[in-house]
């Protein structure tokens, strides 16, 4: 690895791990950065599955006041999440490798769309007259299922469709429906990682370099989402998201 390539994935790392604290959309910025430094984008997405990791754990430290109280929560969602994340990892390592070349951009529009329709599903969520379902009913187990599922295979986007199905679902305040989001997504990251670290394409230093960076970030990020509109990033991520989608498509 060049000392440019290190100090682009360590940007990348950083930036990402802030974004998934602050709004999600975190792996938009490093998922490409590996495509650029060169990697294939199955190996690229393998790394940046296990690399962004510590920067969840980095929010969810950053994250622990708003933790208190809801630990039967995050247990019970967490258990659904992390079968849905072994689930993805399964699919993801026995698909051939041209089916996730194939699918990979639509899978960033994907992402970018969540990423923007967002504040939308939340103002929806705030305006249901009849309130949230129970949250121990099958749908909400289902769903965080179902994005568990994504996150195991691909995961850009996951903290923004994590939080927008749990404001949703589930009436409680943002803030710490963002920190329950901060635990699920480090629950399928460390779930993934038990399948992908053993049996998946893994460039470890690019990893390395990704995942200390992220750790960092997401501990900045943690104390920038008390204070910051995430608009502004939003739109800068999703215009970002859409040109690396389109790249994609014409390569």
Request: hydrophobic residues 60%; aromatic residues 6%.
């Amino acid at each position: 690895m060049t000392a440019d390539t290190a100090a682009l994935l360590a940007a990348a790392g950083l930036a990402a791990g802030a974004i998934n604290t602050v709004a999600g959309g975190g792996s938009l910025v490093s998922f490409p950065a590996l495509l650029l430094a060169g990697y294939p984008a199955l190996t690229a997405n393998v790394t940046n599955l296990l690399a962004v990791m510590p920067g969840y754990l980095g929010g969810t430290l950053g994250y622990r006041a708003e933790l208190a109280g809801q630990g039967h929560r995050v247990r019970r969602l967490g258990a659904a999440a992390a079968l849905g994340a072994l689930a993805g990892t399964v699919v993801l390592l026995t698909a051939p490798a041209s089916a996730f070349d194939a699918i990979v951009p639509f899978l960033v529009l994907l992402a970018v769309a969540l990423l923007v329709a967002q504040p939308r599903l939340l103002r929806a969520r705030r305006a249901r007259a009849d309130g949230p379902p129970d949250e121990r009913s099958l749908l909400l187990l289902g769903v965080i299922f179902a994005g568990g599922v994504y996150g195991g295979y691909f995961g850009a986007g996951l903290g923004i469709m994590l939080l927008a199905l749990l404001a949703i679902l589930i009436e409680d305040d943002l803030q710490r429906l963002n920190a329950v989001k901060g635990v699920l997504s480090l629950v399928v990251s460390v779930a993934a990682a038990l399948v992908l670290g053993v049996w998946g394409p893994v460039d470890w230093p690019a990893c390395a370099v990704i995942a200390v960076a992220s750790l960092a970030g997401g501990r900045l990020g943690a104390g920038l989402a008390r204070r910051m509109s995430p608009l502004l990033l939003r739109r800068v991520v999703a215009v970002y998201g859409t040109g690396v989608a389109i790249a994609l498509l014409l390569t």
